[in-house]
């Protein structure tokens, strides 16, 4: 089958470009190690309160520094130091420029990753919601001397896609193990992609994104459709072909709202959690050796159930997902997780993690070597899941949109000894000039009209989106 195997009509190039392209046999390139069928009991002990709506959490990444960074989604990171004390002060707050009212309610500041080089460069990286027009923003930010103190007048663009609607916005960032940036995108909301965005190679909606934000070679911005373009495009995404055609920032398609992935940390797979629309929830993988191009099926299919098969294959020429849940117990929105890895719990080495928006539901998935093991684990005693995150040292963490962070662990489980920290490291980042776009991007991707759906999606419900807030219609 063909990873990208359904493109628009117009597409001809795009889909001569990827005619042969054979798929991947979807297995962890490196089974989990230490994980059997049958999971440990995980607990969540309360770690942090008095957030305000945290929707991520991430770590700096350098050796030592024990902080988690909370992403509140009204415009604001906080500091949460060892022990759990939030910091009053915020280490951004940015909440000057950051579409997040309610409603709109998918809108806001939605994910933080560091730059691999943090320690020398002082840069990490954040998407929220800009307004007039609606708009995704990926900007870099630059960390002040104070450790715990970011410059809010540092922002530089990265890349800015326009949103149809305020909906569907993906949020979360990643660097791969490839030293480049992973942008999923939503497929720009509206119910059932009523434009067919997730499938249509020429706009980054309902895409992982992957792009080189160094200086460097590489080519320049293509569907940056907003001209603000500051990253380079590596030469290796699999539908490169200059500033017509397809996107060549796209990596893999066919995805409705991934509003939270990963990669593990050990291996260097990739899991994508994809909101549905009304009836299916899903965990998509990605193994590490992957060259893209995946085609992950949305709007065709809704998990491994037909959607709007207008124009497309058979379910076979898309990359299921390794598992789903429909609907039914009070589930709502799949929240991804992560692979743990750390080093307190070794019961819980190998498990993938995640969870239920609605039902609080927890689950673990593993691969046991033949199967994917998919184990329902509870609610673990929180509500409203948002966000998984780890720490510098792989350890796992959980937060309600409520307010609170939870740590995971396994209770009995005596702990390792956990690493010693130092304190936290003043970083002295090194101010390197920013690197402008090669070229002003004037290509404007190409309209194509849609096909005509024959038949009417489903009418969206207040569950069929990621419900931080309910407005859609
Ligand atoms: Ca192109
Ligand atoms: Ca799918």
Redesign the pocket.
């Known amino acids: 089958m063909n990873r990208i195997a359904m493109t628009r009509p117009g597409l001809v190039f795009g889909l001569a470009l990827i005619v042969g392209v054979v798929t991947a046999v979807i297995t962890p390139s490196t089974p989990a190690t230490g994980a059997s069928s049958i999971p440990p009991t995980i607990a969540a002990t309360l770690y942090a309160s008095g957030l305000s709506e945290p929707v991520d959490i991430a770590n700096s990444g350098v050796t030592g520094d024990i902080r988690l960074f909370v992403v509140e989604k009204q415009g604001r990171i906080k500091v949460v130091d060892d022990g759990g004390m939030v910091r009053t002060i915020p280490f951004l707050d940015i909440t000057d420029r950051v579409v997040a009212g309610s409603p709109p309610v998918e809108t806001g500041l939605l994910g933080l990753v560091f730059h691999p080089d943090y320690e020398t460069n002082g840069f990490f990286y954040v998407n929220y919601t800009a307004p007039s027009p609606l708009r995704s923003r990926i900007s870099r930010f630059t960390v002040t001397g104070d450790p715990n103190v970011a410059d809010p007048n540092s922002e530089k663009i990265i890349l800015e896609q326009l949103q149809p609607e305020s909906n569907h916005n993906g949020g979360d960032l990643a660097f791969g193990p490839d030293g480049l940036l992973y942008i999923p995108l939503g497929d720009g909301g509206g119910a059932g992609d009523p434009n067919n965005y997730a499938q249509d190679l020429t706009t980054l909606l309902g895409k992982i994104v992957r792009i080189d934000v160094d200086a460097g070679s590489g080519i320049s911005p293509?569907?940056d459709n907003l001209g603000t373009g500051s990253y380079n495009v590596p030469p290796d995404n699999p539908?490169?072909?200059?500033?017509?055609?397809?996107?060549?920032e796209i990596w893999a398609i066919g995805f409705r709202n991934p509003w939270r992935f990963s990669f593990d940390r050990a291996t260097g797979d990739m899991f994508i959690g994809d909101v549905g629309q009304n009836r299916w929830e899903e965990i998509d993988f990605q193994p590490a050796f992957s060259t893209g191009g995946e085609n992950y099926g949305w709007r065709c299919y809704e998990g491994n159930h037909p959607y709007n098969t207008t124009a497309c294959q058979s379910m076979g020429a898309y990359v299921s997902p390794v598992t789903e849940y429909g609907r039914d117990g009070g589930h709502c929105s799949v929240i991804g997780g992560y692979v743990y890895r750390g080093a307190m719990y070794p019961a819980m080495v190998g498990y993938y993690l995640y969870a239920d928006f609605c039902s609080s539901n927890f689950w673990t998935l593993t691969w046991d070597g033949a199967n994917w093991v998919n184990t329902s684990i509870g609610t673990l005693g929180l509500s409203s899941p948002s966000s998984f995150g780890e720490n510098i040292d792989g350890e796992m963490f959980v937060a309600s949109l409520n307010g609170s962070v939870y740590a995971l662990s396994v209770p009995g489980e005596t702990p390792t000894p956990t690493p010693t920290h130092t304190s936290t490291p003043t970083l002295t980042p090194t101010h390197t000039p920013t690197h402008t776009p090669t070229s002003t991007p004037a290509?404007t991707p190409t309209s194509t009209p849609s096909p005509t759906p024959s038949e009417t999606p489903d009418p969206d419900t207040f569950y069929e989106y990621l419900p931080l807030v309910a407005n859609e219609p």
């Open positions: 293509d569907c539908l490169v072909d200059g500033s017509f055609g397809a996107c060549d290509h």
